[in-house]
């Protein structure tokens, strides 16, 4: 799920008085049709990923406030308080937590009333869902509603080794082509989600699959987007993260990365999650917005001119700790805190 929950802190459990409002939505840019329009986004509470409730993927906090025992039923109201608030968009994305098809987090009445009411306004709707759910016969229920549907599914790496062991993905590369052929044959346009540095991987590493990830999800996909790792509340990750066992990505590896893409999709968008921040993507905090504000501008114009390069002495740091990196004995941590010193832990939160 790719709404943003910055510094890794997700809202708290909501009371059942709350239930009719949707934990957050907010308004963006993105091109759509070779132009740029106004998009609605919102996050429904929902019972949460069915992956989350069998171990969950080792990067993502967003279900720790998700319970089986959610009522399912406020999924639409949710939905509808959303749409009244967000007014006059082109494009709505709906982000549940884990997957809109499965019918055991958003039921069939419940989904087949989000998209007629999307119909209704004429508007291009957007939902996640792994892989599973994404059969032949659902697809084909959603079109009879609405035919103006785009899928988004986190493929996240198009390495078996990397989904297994690093990420606990809980699906193979083999399962997201199955998905995806199906979509590109109904002629539904399909989002794939790319991670940018999983735990374990050097950021040399990391950053060539990425590389390679999009260029794979690039054959399906009309748009892939580009998700550096933030670190969010009670993962694997945090773990790792505290133990100065884990860094996320450099912004300069988010612009290496997107240079080195460039063609290999029809549309690639990249907006960090906590960007800038400690627990986000970021470089030492003097040229990290400048480099933002390129990655906003890139993604809505598709223009590779906009990526930013400061000139910034940071940089060094990274080309150094890309060399130095693999030959660190234990496996990849946090260099640039470790060579910072201590005076780094006091800005861990």
């Known amino acids: 799920m790719r709404a943003a929950h910055e510094s890794g802190r997700s809202p708290h459990h909501p009371s059942r008085k709350q239930g009719r409002r949707p934990p957050s939505h907010w308004r963006e840019k993105e091109m759509l049709g070779g132009r740029p329009v106004d998009v609605g986004v919102m996050i429904l509470r929902t019972s949460g990923c069915s992956h989350f409730h069998r171990g969950g993927c080792s990067m993502c906090g967003y279900n720790l406030d998700s319970r089986r025992s959610d009522r399912k039923e406020s999924v639409t109201a949710q939905f509808e308080r959303a749409m009244t608030e967000l007014t006059d968009v082109r494009f709505v994305?709906?982000?549940?937590?884990?997957?809109?098809?499965?019918?055991?987090?958003?039921?069939?009445?419940e989904?087949?009333?989000?998209?007629?009411?999307?119909?209704?306004?004429?508007?291009?709707?957007?939902?996640?869902?792994?892989?599973?759910?994404?059969?032949?016969?659902?697809?084909?229920?959603?079109?009879?509603?609405?035919?103006?549907?785009?899928?988004?599914?986190?493929?996240?790496?198009?390495?078996?080794?990397?989904?297994?062991?690093?990420?606990?993905?809980?699906?193979?590369?083999?399962d997201y082509d199955r998905a995806a052929q199906l979509l590109v044959d109904r002629k539904v346009p399909l989002r794939t989600y790319v991670l940018l540095k999983p735990p374990f991987l050097?950021?040399?590493?990391?950053?060539?699959?990425?590389?390679?990830?999009?260029?794979?999800?690039?054959?399906?996909?009309?748009?892939?987007?580009?998700?550096?790792?933030?670190?969010?509340?009670g993962t694997l990750v945090e773990k790792l993260?505290?133990?100065?066992?884990?860094?996320?990505p450099w912004l300069w590896s988010v612009l290496e990365v997107l240079r080195a893409s460039?063609?290999?999709?029809?549309k690639i968008v990249c907006d960090p999650t906590g960007g800038g921040r400690e627990r986000g993507a970021h470089n030492c905090g003097k040229c990290d917005q400048v480099i933002l504000d390129s990655l906003r501008a890139f993604s809505?114009?598709?223009?590779?001119?906009?990526?930013?390069?400061?000139?910034?002495?940071?940089?060094?740091?990274?080309?150094?700790?890309?060399?130095?990196?693999?030959?660190?004995?234990?496996?990849?941590?946090?260099?640039?805190?470790?060579?910072?010193?201590?005076?780094?832990?006091?800005?861990?939160?």
């Open 93 to 109: 994305k709906v982000y549940t937590s884990g997957s809109f098809l499965d019918e055991c987090e958003v039921p069939p009445e």
């Open 111 to 174: 989904s087949k009333a989000i998209l007629s009411r999307c119909a209704e306004k004429g508007v291009r709707l957007l939902v996640e869902s792994r892989p599973e759910y994404v059969t032949s016969e659902r697809i084909d229920e959603m079109l009879a509603t609405h035919h103006d549907i785009e899928i988004a599914i986190g493929l996240e790496s198009a390495n078996d080794t990397v989904l297994r062991y690093a990420i606990n993905k809980g699906f193979n590369v083999r």
């Open 202 to 233: 050097t950021e040399s590493e990391a950053m060539a699959d990425t590389v390679a990830t999009v260029k794979y999800a690039g054959r399906f996909s009309e748009t892939v987007s580009i998700n550096p790792v933030n670190v969010q509340r």
């Open 241 to 248: 993260w505290r133990s100065w066992a884990y860094r996320p």
């Open 262 to 266: 460039e063609g290999a999709a029809k």
């Open 300 to 349: 809505t114009s598709q223009d590779p001119s906009k990526l930013g390069s400061p000139e910034c002495t940071c940089r060094d740091i990274w080309k150094a700790i890309l060399e130095i990196e693999g030959l660190v004995v234990g496996g990849p941590c946090d260099l640039q805190r470790f060579f910072r010193g201590q005076n780094w832990r006091s800005k861990m939160h």
